[in-house]
């Protein structure tokens, strides 16, 4: 068996400050977060994580966003349909 997940999210950043938090479900979970002056989604299980880094936007502005992982391909990211970033390579915890 291999771990999924899927989130759709329609986003309009108000406030792209350094350290804020958007979405965080836990430990062993997913992270989007506004750190080092960009957005960041991380995802973590108990051996791995995997990070994804956009400077691509803007406050203001609404943007569709879609963060798929799977444990076999990586983490995904995608603004408006389009792929944004991916990491494939996990790192060791």
């Not at 899927?6 to 062993?28: A, I, K, M, Q």
């Not at 936007?57 to 963060?67: G, K, L, Q, R």
Request: aromatic share 16%; net charge negative.
């Amino acid at each position: 068996m291999f771990l999924r997940f899927l989130c759709f999210l329609c986003l309009r950043f108000e406030d792209l400050g350094e350290g804020v938090t958007y979405l965080h479900s836990g430990v062993n979970g997913i992270r989007l977060a506004f750190l080092g002056g960009k957005l960041r989604v991380l995802t973590e299980n108990s051996a791995q994580s995997w990070e994804v880094v956009t400077s691509s936007v803007n406050p203001y502005t609404w943007y569709f966003m879609e963060i798929s992982w799977d444990e076999m391909f990586g983490l995904k990211m995608y603004l408006d349909e389009k792929l944004e970033a991916e990491d494939s390579n996990p790192r060791g915890r």
